[in-house]
């Protein structure tokens, strides 16, 4: 239940509302907005006859369900979109400027990614990725330098001053990775590990939360539901393609569900062509068109060498494709033939 507050409501009937909340055995989540103060009333258990009491309290303009069954993630509960913050430079996902991860799916190296991490800074990204931690679908397949990689993330952060995301799988791994990293990503196939959401709720580090290969996005909503009843609000949404019949591509960019997400949801959404397309040719276009549907931010994959790389190779571009791509994404979309539209 929403208790949307009247734009004259004082404080003390803000703390009023927040009290009775509580006496009905419902959380209380204050949103202050610029115009209005929200407060929901969320967990499961509570009265709710005492909650639709309120719409006759001081200061209360109206009592509403909350329709979906993620509250918090909800933009009923919050209508401004939510600005997560990376790093000690503050990078900003959900403002006003798209901004653009790139990195190695894999750190293999020590050179593979200081090399990396300052051609795609030249270039203009903003944020580093780089898995330590990797989740493979063979048992065969390069598992990632683990502990080293991290180490070597951290270096190339103080190289190049971006701030550094990277992939955990287990909660074991959780306090040593918040060490060295400045968001943390849970990989699509950890999606619904509700353990790893629950302990991801409880650390002060953003968190990337990918969307699962089969999930619809009220699952990919109320897994990020987790993280926020948890305690954890800075959480960031990340689309990386779906499984679908199609196999000319390696997943099918969904990027009806990056607006759908954004209409639902007042968290940020970025957009992973590199694992949704599994094609560097596709990367630009890609890119291009989740901008174009409201991503806050797209992730990509960048390798100085592809051919050699141990993992994801064919969806990794080299330094001057991600060159040409970030060109690409500061060109203005083609103008659209519609005699006598005045778009002001
Ligand atoms: C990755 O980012 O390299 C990765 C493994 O992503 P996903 O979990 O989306 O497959
Ligand atoms: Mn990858």
Same mark, same amino acid.
């Given at each position: 239940?929403?208790?949307?507050?009247?734009?004259?409501?004082?404080?003390?009937?803000?703390?009023?509302?927040?009290?009775?909340?509580?006496?009905?055995?419902?959380? +209380?989540?204050?949103?202050?907005?610029?115009?209005?103060?929200?407060?929901?009333?969320?967990?499961?258990?509570?009265?709710?006859?005492?909650?639709?009491?309120?719409?006759?309290?001081?200061?209360?303009?109206?009592?509403?369900?909350?329709?979906? +069954?993620?509250?918090?993630?909800?933009?009923?509960?919050?209508?401004? +979109?939510?600005?997560?913050?990376?790093?000690?430079?503050?990078?900003?996902?959900?403002?006003?400027?798209?901004?653009?991860?790139?990195?190695?799916?894999?750190?293999?190296?020590?050179?593979?990614?200081?090399?990396?991490?300052?051609?795609?800074?030249?270039?203009?990204?903003?944020?580093?990725?780089?898995? @330590? =931690?990797?989740?493979?679908?063979?048992? =065969?397949?390069?598992?990632?330098?683990?502990?080293?990689?991290?180490?070597?993330?951290?270096?190339?952060?103080?190289?190049?001053?971006?701030?550094?995301?990277?992939?955990?799988?287990?909660?074991?791994?959780?306090?040593?990775?918040?060490? =060295?990293?400045?968001?943390?990503?849970?990989?699509?196939?950890?999606?619904?590990?509700?353990?790893?959401?629950?302990?991801?709720?409880?650390?002060?580090?953003?968190?990337?939360?990918?969307?699962?290969?089969?999930?619809?996005?009220?699952?990919?909503? #109320?897994?990020?539901? =987790?993280?926020?009843?948890?305690?954890?609000?800075?959480?960031?949404?990340?689309?990386?393609?779906?499984?679908?019949?199609?196999?000319?591509?390696?997943?099918?960019?969904?990027?009806?569900?990056?607006? #759908?997400?954004?209409?639902?949801?007042?968290?940020?959404?970025?957009?992973?062509?590199?694992?949704?397309?599994?094609?560097?040719?596709?990367?630009?276009?890609?890119?291009?068109?989740?901008?174009?549907?409201?991503?806050?931010?797209?992730?990509?994959?960048?390798?100085?060498?592809?051919?050699?790389?141990?993992?994801?190779?064919?969806?990794?571009?080299?330094?001057?494709?991600?060159?040409?791509?970030?060109?690409?994404?500061?060109?203005?979309?083609?103008?659209?033939? @519609? +005699?006598?539209?005045?778009?002001?």
């Amino acid at each position: 239940m929403i208790v949307n507050m009247s734009d004259s409501a004082t404080e003390q009937q803000i703390d009023h509302i927040i009290q009775r909340i509580r006496e009905a055995g419902f959380q +209380p989540h204050v949103t202050r907005g610029t115009e209005r103060t929200i407060v929901a009333a969320v967990g499961s258990g509570g009265r709710r006859h005492e909650i639709e009491a309120l719409s006759v309290a001081p200061g209360v303009d109206n009592v509403v369900a909350i329709a979906q +069954p993620f509250k918090l993630v909800s933009r009923q509960t919050r209508p401004q +979109p939510s600005v997560v913050e990376v790093g000690d430079v503050k990078i900003k996902i959900g403002g006003p400027e798209v901004v653009v991860i790139a990195g190695p799916c894999s750190v293999e190296s020590r050179e593979q990614l200081l090399e990396t991490a300052q051609a795609v800074k030249r270039a203009g990204a903003t944020m580093l990725r780089g898995g @330590a =931690y990797k989740p493979r679908t063979s048992p =065969y397949e390069f598992q990632g330098l683990g502990v080293e990689a991290l180490k070597i993330l951290r270096e190339a952060r103080e190289l190049t001053g971006l701030p550094v995301v990277t992939e955990v799988m287990s909660t074991e791994d959780v306090d040593l990775i918040c060490e =060295y990293a400045d968001m943390l990503q849970v990989g699509a196939r950890n999606m619904q590990n509700f353990a790893l959401l629950r302990r991801l709720a409880t650390v002060k580090k953003p968190i990337l939360l990918k969307r699962g290969p089969s999930a619809t996005v009220k699952e990919w909503l #109320l897994a990020a539901e =987790y993280l926020l009843s948890g305690g954890n609000n800075q959480v960031v949404l990340c689309e990386r393609g779906i499984k679908t019949f199609e196999t000319a591509t390696r997943n099918t960019m969904d990027l009806a569900a990056v607006a #759908l997400a954004k209409e639902l949801s007042h968290l940020p959404v970025v957009a992973d062509p590199s694992h949704g397309t599994g094609k560097q040719s596709l990367i630009g276009a890609v890119s291009r068109a989740a901008i174009a549907v409201g991503a806050d931010g797209i992730i990509v994959e960048v390798h100085p060498c592809p051919e050699r790389a141990l993992s994801d190779g064919p969806q990794s571009l080299d330094i001057p494709q991600f060159e040409r791509v970030m060109r690409g994404l500061c060109e203005p979309l083609r103008p659209v033939l @519609a +005699p006598g539209c005045d778009p002001a």
